[in-house]
């Protein structure tokens, strides 16, 4: 088992960071460019030495290579001070004078993310990683909200619709599997809002808390639960829809198994055999989602956050793209891939834990 977790770890290394290759040059590749989109003055014309010192001071003039250097490796070692006068006297791979304004630049002071360090935000001048910290607990408590929701319903969904296989409870959930699977998130949210926010008025129309008042920290959830509903409601419905299907058929396979039927031969009662047997074992495929679904929750939902101006995670996503704030960006997609990767992992662990053949 120690070999196989080694081998695996191993295995995630060129996997993390071939996703953040691809997710730099599609970001490069969006149009427009964050120097335009910081610079942009429609009072004035921007001059070109504006828009040069800009982007030499943001890193974004370099080739492609070099600036994905940066951003891994740092660039402390790239243009350094020798001799103490705060400006750079030797580089490497980039130019000493970035701007062309006929003096050289400081030295970098940036170590890279292999040394813990993910830049300055473009935008908010400030460290990604704090900017993804403070809008953490709100991701959290919503999709917190959402996993407690779909499985406390979806896998007693599940299992009740296996034990009356083909009778109309069974039917209905299938159906509703299907439409909850179907539904577009943003539709629904919509949907949910003109309804209970607009037309009745009994639920707010977005956000966390009541901007009259606000309060920093946030007021206790059960002073704002109202906030709550609709977006976990949404987000809720696809993960019943999920955990109910994948429940059902892991059931039933689970039903018509040997060891089920010795047990009703025994002579045991049908609610010890369903609960005490067959649910144990039908939870063995659901250690696949678990572990992906744990770390999910710390990326966020983009859509729900958007449509329901949540302040987590996925908003702050969504802005950093719009934006093209590439420290925050890569930042972000870093983390949650190395996350992601891991939950993969817990899944294999969970899946030997659950069933021990699986370790040999």
């Given at each position: 088992?120690t ?6 770890l191993?295995?995630?290394i060129?996997?993390?960071?071939g ?16 120097v335009?989109?910081?610079?942009f ?40 001070d ?16 970035a ?14 993310i292999?040394?813990?360090d ?40 599940g ?110 009662t ?16 659901l ?23 949540w302040?987590?995670?996925?908003l ?45």
């Amino acid at each position: 088992m120690t070999k196989f977790i080694i081998r695996r770890l191993l295995q995630a290394i060129p996997t993390l960071f071939g996703i953040t290759i691809l997710t730099y040059l599609i970001l490069v590749a969006a149009p427009g460019d964050p120097v335009t989109i910081l610079t942009f003055d429609p009072n004035q014309f921007n001059s070109r030495e504006l828009v040069e010192r800009v982007g030499a001071r943001l890193g974004v003039n370099d080739p492609l290579p070099v600036q994905y250097l940066r951003w891994l490796l740092g660039d402390d070692w790239m243009r350094w001070d020798s001799d103490g006068d705060g400006l750079a006297d030797g580089s490497f791979l980039i130019p000493l004078d970035a701007d062309g304004d006929g003096e050289p630049e400081p030295p970098g002071e940036r170590r890279g993310i292999i040394r813990g360090d993910f830049g300055t935000s473009f935008v908010y001048n400030r460290d990604p990683l704090e900017l993804i910290g403070a809008r953490l607990p709100a991701t959290l408590e919503l999709n917190v909200a959402v996993l407690v929701v779909g499985l406390t319903l979806g896998i007693p969904l599940g299992v009740y619709a296996a034990i009356k296989r083909g009778g109309w409870f069974d039917n209905s959930t299938r159906l509703f599997a299907v439409i909850g699977n179907a539904v577009p998130d943003f539709w629904m949210g919509f949907v949910m809002i003109i309804i209970f926010g607009a037309i009745l008025g009994i639920l707010p129309l977005g956000g966390r808390n009541d901007p009259i008042g606000f309060r920093d920290p946030y007021p206790p959830i059960w002073e704002r639960w109202n906030y709550l509903v609709m977006p976990t409601l949404v987000s809720a419905l696809g993960v019943i829809a999920g955990y109910s299907r994948y429940m059902r058929t892991s059931m039933l396979e689970t039903i018509n198994s040997d060891f089920v039927r010795t047990a009703r031969a025994k002579g045991l009662t049908n609610t010890t055999v369903w609960f005490k047997h067959a649910f144990r074992n039908s939870m063995i495929p659901l250690a696949t989602f678990l572990g992906p679904t744990l770390f999910s929750l710390l990326g966020g939902s983009v859509v729900i956050e958007r449509i329901f101006s949540w302040p987590g995670v996925g908003l702050l996503l969504l802005e950093a793209v719009n934006n093209q704030d590439f420290p925050v960006v890569m930042a972000s997609t870093f983390i949650f891939s190395t996350l992601t990767i891991f939950g993969y992992l817990m899944s294999d662990i969970l899946y030997a834990i659950f069933d021990p053949r699986i370790r040999y």
